[in-house]
């Protein structure tokens, strides 16, 4: 599940630029994540922040997590623009059927090492029947910066937010 697309200016954005993480309550398609590129592609090229561009650009990895980044030392996101980078998700999601804000998932390696995406509670199920150890890679949607994802992202769940939770 580790296949990436990006768009916009990723590959410019400084490693402290701003990131939003949104995770998708389904795995989309290959058709789904094209048309999810070339949309996002379409959005993050006309976002602005009282009409100045921002420098921006978008993540999507493992066809499941979606990341949107604005460089801020180029042009600060305004509560206005943020909010119409929060409705172009919403409506990205509704034409695919998807939820981007169902906080309460968990994208993690399953027990064959594929990747699952598990409501919260029965993650926390499989923790207590011993399911899930500290080496289980999981998905960490809090990162706060580009380079926060690329280096946080993804981790074993004993370094994790969860294991603080749920130890």
């Known amino acids: 599940m580790g296949v ?4 916009g200016q990723w590959d410019d954005l400084r490693p402290e630029a701003r990131v939003w993480i949104y995770v998708a309550d389904r795995l989309l398609s ?3 994540a094209a048309q999810l590129a070339e949309q996002l592609n379409g959005f ?4 602005a922040a009282h009409q100045v561009p921002l420098k921006s650009g978008w993540k999507l990895w493992g066809r499941r997590v979606l990341i949107i980044s604005v460089d801020e030392s180029v042009e600060p996101a305004s509560g206005c623009s943020i909010d119409s980078m929060t409705h ?3 409506q990205l999601g509704a034409e695919l ?3 981007w804000f169902n906080r309460m998932l968990v994208v993690h390696e ?3 090492g594929e990747w699952a995406c598990t409501p919260m509670h029965a993650f926390w199920a499989m923790r207590k029947a011993g399911r899930v150890d500290d080496a289980i890679l999981v998905v960490n949607p809090l990162a706060k910066t580009k380079n926060g994802w690329e280096v946080s992202g993804i981790q ?3 370094e994790s937010w969860h294991a603080t939770m749920w130890s």
């Open 88 to 90: 172009a998700v919403r």
């Open 97 to 99: 059927g998807v939820d």
């Open 44 to 47: 993050v090229g006309g976002w």
């Open 156 to 158: 074993p769940f004993g």
């Open 110 to 112: 399953d027990e064959q």
């Open 30 to 32: 290959e058709p789904e």
């Open 4 to 7: 990436e697309r990006t768009g």
